[in-house]
């Protein structure tokens, strides 16, 4: 695999250049012989570089959490910004979280601000992760709004577990389903097929179509299964590797009934999260809706949180105003919101919708499992029904002819 890399050489002279390795630690362990003092590594766009990123090995949010944890407290305890960072390189074992670190340290060495580093990686870091640490940093509370970030990112990750967690069981119902499903298609109904062929019997035209369908999947097992396979991992891959691709398939999902209330919810939950950070952070309102509009991941919250910034307060409207002609966000949202702005707690109040529409999100999605169970059941049921029906309608014509 390719890399490019920016590195100091022992005379202080910044150079750039290409070499083949396996990791990013490889190349640290190539710059380090060499007496190079690595400033940056990235690897060159390739088909590996696209492996690489859909099966891991990329700078994770666990990681984000672990950096902006361990470096607010050691800036709370009077730890100077350099020695945390070199700690950190000494403890962190992942190539390229040391390749970041290493990155960050030079750049400091250089008087380059520290917000600059995880600017130059948009893949890992969001714009609302850069914007808070160059808020925090200029503001002089850096440690503050690394602590905040830490306990942001927490809960996010916590809440995509929950949504993950409350999604297993369906997906595992799924997946045993569609096994014992192909199993009986597969290789039950060719069996019962071929002993009323050889019984000189002329099953009904209903059983005759359904025993069709189990010799077709009977003769191209393999085929369709490689085939469901292979299309199922091709849209995994297309999910993680392709921005457009996932976008797409989002926006379908939230279109369905039951999904489109939980999304919604989610995206208020992180409408209202986003903007507290970057509110509690000094970001100007105008500028922090506009990157919580970017982050919250449902289009009509980000298309509200546009109007708000560019039609509503950029001319003059009030913040609780502006909120009220936007009918994206509940009424009792948007009364919060003017009620905190005459009191000057706009954050805080956020933070508490934030929190409200955690609990409410959990009850969306035990309602969401609630229906889909249901749903798979019947469905199901309904084809191994039709499938029963096929055998046993014939096996009762037979048995009256005897």
Do not use: C, W
Not at 325 to 341: D, Y
Request: charged share 20%; glycine share 6%; net charge neutral.
């Amino acid at each position: 695999m390719k890399f490019q890399f920016t590195a100091i050489q022992t005379d202080g002279k910044v150079i750039e250049g290409e070499t083949e390795a396996g990791t990013p630690g490889d190349v640290l362990e190539q710059l380090g012989a060499k007496g190079l003092r690595p400033i940056s590594i990235r690897p060159i766009s390739t088909m590996f570089q696209v492996r690489r990123s859909v099966f891991g090995g990329s700078i994770n949010a666990q990681d984000q959490i672990f950096i902006t944890r361990y470096l607010a407290l050691m800036l709370k305890v009077g730890t100077d910004l350099f020695r945390a960072i070199d700690i950190l390189i000494e403890d962190f074992d992942k190539a390229e979280v040391k390749a970041l670190l290493i990155e960050m340290r030079t750049n400091l060495e250089k008087g380059v601000p520290f917000y600059i580093t995880f600017a130059n990686h948009p893949k890992a870091f969001s714009p609302v992760f850069v914007n808070m640490v160059k808020s925090g940093e200029q503001s002089g509370n850096l440690d503050t709004v690394l602590e905040n970030l830490s306990v942001s990112l927490e809960k996010n990750e916590a809440l995509k577990s929950k949504i993950k967690g409350a999604l297993i069981y369906p997906a595992i119902l799924l997946v045993a389903s569609l096994i014992i499903l192909l199993g009986l298609v597969s290789f039950a109904l060719p069996k019962l097929s071929e002993v009323f062929s050889s019984g000189n019997f002329n099953p009904p035209t209903f059983s005759r179509v359904v025993f069709a369908v189990g010799a077709f999947f009977g003769k191209y097992d393999v085929i369709i299964l490689s085939s469901i396979a292979i299309f199922a991992i091709t849209i995994i891959v297309f999910f993680k590797a392709s921005v457009t691709f996932r976008k797409v398939m989002l926006r379908f999902l939230k279109k369905l009934p039951v999904v489109k209330k939980v999304a919604h919810r989610i995206g208020i939950q992180r409408f209202a999260s986003v903007l507290a950070q970057l509110m509690k952070a000094g970001l100007p309102i105008i500028d922090a809706l506009e990157l919580t509009a970017d982050s919250v991941g449902d289009d009509d919250i980000r298309a509200s949180l546009l109007r708000i910034s560019r039609e509503g307060i950029t001319k003059g409207t009030t913040i609780g105003d502006s909120f009220k002609r936007e009918t994206a966000f509940p009424r009792v949202v948007t009364n919060l919101i003017a009620i905190s702005e005459k009191s000057g707690h706009i954050d805080d109040v956020l933070d508490t919708i934030a929190r409200f529409y955690e609990v409410e999100i959990d009850e969306s999605l035990k309602t969401l499992v609630a229906f889909i169970e249901p749903v798979m059941l019947i469905g199901i049921g309904g084809i191994v029904a039709t499938i029963a029906l096929a055998i046993i309608v014939p096996i009762y014509q037979l048995v009256g002819q005897i």
